[in-house]
């Protein structure tokens, strides 16, 4: 990650410059606000944390107490006032780490006292973390914990009250838009007074209305008991909260447009269709441009080249479409190193706790799943599965006599123990016999066999173990990945396995 330390180069001399006689230089500090927000420009989409370490440093190399003042409060204010979401977690950072613990002194004991309340009444709150549970009372008045634990859909929590001139805008334009939508969410919409009647021709005005998928809650803590001001930041209102299925905040100081803007971003992930002939055709591409080299290094690349570009810029809606047609145009590559990649792929970049909708559960997460579970069996270092098959064994003589057809006659086929392979080098090939591709296969072990003179290749027909020998076909479908033909396994004198979906026609 390139960061703009290249802006603080230029200025780096008027940060060390002493303040004269205890008194700033107009001229070199207006120079130095024009520069830092060239500062603030360079950084700005990086994620927060980038964020939190580049202030650290900004504010650590001042070397005069006073410069260091200027620009710990210019840094603090970018980001207090900053209209990007988000960046409220680097001024909470920069209140606790600078001001708080009195590292600067901020210009009077007012604005100490202002920034403290912020970050107390925002550090439970911010981007990313859970959102904090609350005890307190529904409409009819029943006692109610939201987000006491995980609950599998989105949620928008909405604090108000009766009297804000701002929500009385607000709330007709955001029940008007959840109403039409219906988007598939928990709305819960919180009122922060304690006047019932109030309340309740406020609920009966713009919140009585009914969506086949949205389900409203209409809540209130009269008590305080709940101490939702200082858990939410509700200082004022209207404050508006987006949450998604694990809990966590994904959006807060949002308005009804931002909302909705954030809402048919996960409507539209719900609808994607993933693996599609475009995104075929585009990774097909990205693979013929990598060119013939290592299939292994080749899925990393691709995948952090994502992740660069999308998780890293905060766009979680792209990573979740290119990683998924990924994951589909993947399960598409048989060869050995795609297919030793993919389970690191997998638990690095799919089962990290971004496809989170049940909508993912079907289309991405179910399929990952499915094939860890694929990759897992007979894994390498193993032994091979203590199960006796029906198989046609070649060997080098077969190979010199000609024998070594690409549709073998497999009424030939004997029972053989597969742990009872000891030979220095053993290869297992599943085919079926109308595969063009097992074809191709078979043909190529004839030179392998030539190669490899003690070599010994073990021909399984599963379709004709499946007619004939059911009880073998479950044994070598529940042992071994026959999702998709040819496959193919070396085995050592051991038994140990040692390589996993060989190809001989690709050597």
């Not at 440093?57 to 003042?69: A, H, N, P």
């Not at 809402?263 to 990774?283: C, I, P, Q, T, W």
Request: hydrophobic fraction near 40%; include cysteine.
């Amino acid at each position: 990650m390139k960061l703009p330390r290249i802006f603080f180069l230029s200025f780096a001399l008027l940060l060390c410059v002493p303040a004269a006689a205890q008194q700033l230089d107009t001229a070199k500090l207006s120079s130095l606000s024009s520069k830092l927000e060239e500062y603030f420009a360079a950084l700005r989409g990086e994620p927060a944390s980038v964020q939190e370490k580049e202030a650290d440093f900004i504010i650590g190399t001042c070397k005069d107490s006073l410069v260091r003042q200027f620009v710990a409060i210019k840094v603090y204010g970018h980001y207090l006032s900053s209209p990007i979401m988000g960046d409220e977690s680097v001024a909470v950072h920069i209140a606790d780490y600078w001001f708080s613990s009195g590292k600067v002194k901020m210009k009077n004991d007012i604005d100490l006292m202002n920034a403290r309340i912020f970050a107390e009444f925002n550090r439970q709150s911010l981007i990313g973390c859970k959102a904090p549970s609350l005890r307190v009372q529904s409409f009819s008045g029943d006692s109610l914990d939201i987000f006491s634990g995980r609950k599998g859909r989105y949620s928008v929590v909405y604090f108000y009250a009766t009297d804000c001139a701002k929500c009385k805008l607000e709330t007709p334009l955001l029940c008007n838009m959840l109403s039409r939508d219906d988007f598939p969410v928990d709305f819960y919409a919180f009122y922060v007074g304690d006047d019932r009647k109030a309340w309740t021709d406020y609920v009966e005005r713009y919140f009585d209305f009914k969506t086949s998928r949205m389900r409203i809650g209409n809540l209130w803590d009269a008590s305080l008991d709940s101490d939702f001001q200082k858990k939410y930041g509700v200082i004022q209102t209207p404050r508006l909260f987006l949450v998604n299925p694990q809990g966590e905040i994904i959006g807060r100081g949002l308005d009804y447009a931002a909302l909705e803007i954030m809402l048919k971003n996960v409507r539209s992930s719900a609808d994607y269709e993933y693996g599609g002939d475009e995104s075929k055709a585009m990774f097909d591409k990205i693979a013929s441009g990598q060119g013939k080299g290592n299939d292994f290094e080749s899925v990393g690349k691709t995948a952090a080249y994502i992740s660069e570009k999308t998780l890293e810029k905060g766009d979680t809606l792209l990573y979740k479409h290119l990683t998924g047609d990924y994951l589909y145009w993947l399960t598409g590559r048989r060869s050995e190193g795609y297919e030793q990649a993919m389970g690191g792929f997998i638990e690095k970049y799919v089962l990290n706790g971004i496809f989170d909708t049940g909508d993912d559960s079907l289309k991405v997460v179910g399929l990952a799943k499915m094939m860890q579970g694929l990759l897992s069996r007979t894994a390498i270092g193993t032994k091979v599965p203590d199960l006796r098959v029906h198989s046609l064994e070649v060997t080098y003589r077969d190979a010199k006599a000609g024998n070594v057809q690409p549709v073998p006659d497999f009424d030939k086929a004997e029972p053989t123990s597969l742990r009872k392979l000891h030979n220095k080098t053993s290869y297992i090939l599943f085919y079926t016999e109308g595969c063009p591709v097992c074809k191709r296969e078979i043909s190529a072990v004839d030179s392998l066999l030539r190669t490899e003179r003690r070599a010994k290749v073990f021909l399984i027909d599963v379709d004709k173990v499946l007619a004939d020998y059911p009880d073998e076909a479950k044994s070598i479908l529940d042992a071994f990945d026959l999702s998709v033909l040819p496959y193919a396994i070396s085995m050592d004198r051991k038994g140990i396995i040692k390589r996993k979906y060989l190809s001989f026609a690709a050597h």
